[in-house]
């Protein structure tokens, strides 16, 4: 029979309810404020008068990023680099981290390949090394600049490398047996058991192609070929570009600091779609993928 909680048990989840309520306003606020500002007049945003609601609502904003073409461009870039990204990523991390998983005895040059994975996590050759390798393998202005640099993450591969480990011996000495290869086992048995560590590093990936603006500015020299961070990074209100009298309506009613959130709340929405998706497998990914026993 189950005793009923304490006092001092139902005083310590009230508290603890508590202070998860006021730490989950702390981190939604600011989100709501800038979808607030985003529809919020340009005088309101201004003067700072907006909080938790839109003040002088208008859709102004929206409208001046939404019929840009180079907007839509951008965006198809982004979702190109995430597509391919991602993929690649994925496909390298498995490659990689499958036979390191082997022992010393199946594979004995595994803690060199370890060492030098561990030594590019500390060590890089920096910036301007990388932007000559791309330059010389004439990949600028192409969407393979901004994905091949980081195709391989050594910490998704020693992530992916310890569920590997996780996976029971018993269930490759049985595929064995039955006279499955080395390939039929990673992709019939470890593959379709790693879900958890698969999505994890998927979900990392694509949140790092998708929100990174640097690799646009360093690798693309068009601007008709960046990608949607790097597109809106640079986008501001420029009165020079101002032809006719229905321009000048429209940049008298948006300003930058609505602008710029109205591109904050657009280039979040893709991640809020996709991450509910990725996120029930991403505690078990992260969890069995980080402890050996």
Request: net charge positive; proline share 4%.
């Amino acid at each position: 029979m189950l005793k009923s909680k304490s006092f001092q048990s139902r005083l310590a989840d009230i508290c603890i309810w508590i202070v998860i309520l006021i730490f989950t306003v702390i981190c939604l606020f600011p989100l709501i404020n800038m979808v607030a500002i985003s529809f919020s007049s340009k005088s309101a945003a201004a003067a700072n008068r907006v909080g938790l609601l839109p003040i002088g609502f208008t859709l102004d904003s929206y409208k001046s990023l939404l019929k840009e073409t180079q907007f839509w461009r951008s965006f198809g870039i982004s979702v190109e680099r995430v597509v391919i990204g991602t993929a690649l990523n994925l496909i390298l991390s498995i490659l990689m981290a499958y036979p390191l998983s082997r022992t010393k005895r199946e594979f004995k040059s595994r803690s060199i390949y370890m060492n030098l994975m561990v030594f590019s996590m500390l060590f890089s050759g920096g910036m301007v090394p990388i932007f000559i390798t791309i330059k010389n393998l004439h990949l600028l202005d192409t969407i393979w600049s901004l994905v091949l640099p980081g195709a391989v993450n050594v910490f998704n591969t020693i992530l992916l490398m310890n569920f590997f480990r996780s996976v029971p011996k018993s269930l490759e000495e049985a595929a064995e047996i039955d006279g499955c290869s080395k390939w039929k086992i990673l992709f019939q048995i470890y593959l379709p058991i790693s879900l958890p560590a698969l999505a994890t590093i998927a979900l990392f990936s694509i949140v790092g192609h998708w929100n990174d603006f640097f690799g646009g500015l360093l690798y693309i020299n068009k601007a008709a070929n960046y990608p949607l961070q790097t597109y809106i990074q640079q986008l501001n209100v420029d009165v020079t570009k101002i032809t006719n009298a229905s321009q000048l309506q429209s940049v008298a009613d948006i300003s930058n600091k609505t602008l710029n959130s109205a591109k904050i709340v657009i280039s979040t929405i893709p991640l809020l779609i996709i991450y509910p998706f990725l996120q029930k497998y991403f505690v078990k990914g992260m969890v069995i993928g980080s402890v050996k026993e």
